[in-house]
């Protein structure tokens, strides 16, 4: 069965073949569509729907037919209007990314004693990484059609949301105990060993879930 990097080998094979101006109008809109939304864009239905829209356009390119007069001069118009066709993505990459911070959040929670949960940090964390990552990409998106493209000015950004997340979690991390005790909870041994061992296994088995499934959707 096919799969995103089967399509992107395709995809790539047609992009070979065209204008450089055609070329960078395909990579353009792939880009677009695939950080419009942290949870709409599905990067194979995406690559599927690309590679569809080349094998189209590259017969009518041999004609002497640009990408720009045969799709339209508004790509992220049409961009828009495909998201709102093609299937949602699963949230598998937020519940990974979930499960990664509570794990080196319980890491680093063990006493001698048990397990000291801060349950205030156990939301607020995942919650503030989700929201960076989804900053981030509409900073991207945001530039992708911009008039003026101003690529410094989009690395400064993107580097200055990726230092006050960072600044922010472990300002939270150490402050939050002190602010809020009340939201701190202690699991004594072995229940907080217990806890880190299984939390242990969740991670170490979705992430081997994941691989599998990758490596046999190759």
Known sequence: ?????????????????LHPNDKKYF??????????????SDE???????????QDFLDASQHGETATEFFGNEPAA???????????????????????????????????????INWLL???????????IEL?????????YDAQPHSTLQ??????????????IVGLTISVPRIAPWSVSLLPNPWGILVQICQLIICLGLLGFVLIKKRRRQ
């Open 1 to 17: 069965m096919s799969n995103t990097s089967d399509y992107r080998q395709q995809l790539d094979q047609i992009e070979s073949q």
């Open 27 to 40: 990579q353009d809109l792939q880009l677009y569509l695939l950080t419009k939304n942290l949870v709409r």
């Open 44 to 54: 194979q239905a995406v690559t599927l729907e690309l590679l569809t829209m080349g």
């Open 78 to 116: 049409l961009a828009d209007a495909l998201l709102a066709e093609l299937p949602r993505s699963t949230l598998q990459f937020i519940g990974i990314l979930v499960l990664i911070s509570w794990f080196f959040l319980l890491l680093g929670a063990g006493t001698t004693t048990g397990l000291q």
């Open 122 to 132: 156990l939301i607020l964390v995942p919650f503030i990484e989700i929201m960076a």
């Open 136 to 144: 981030i990409f509409k900073i991207m998106n945001h530039h992708v």
């Open 155 to 168: 690395y400064i950004l993107v580097s200055g949301v990726t230092l006050a997340t960072i600044a922010l």
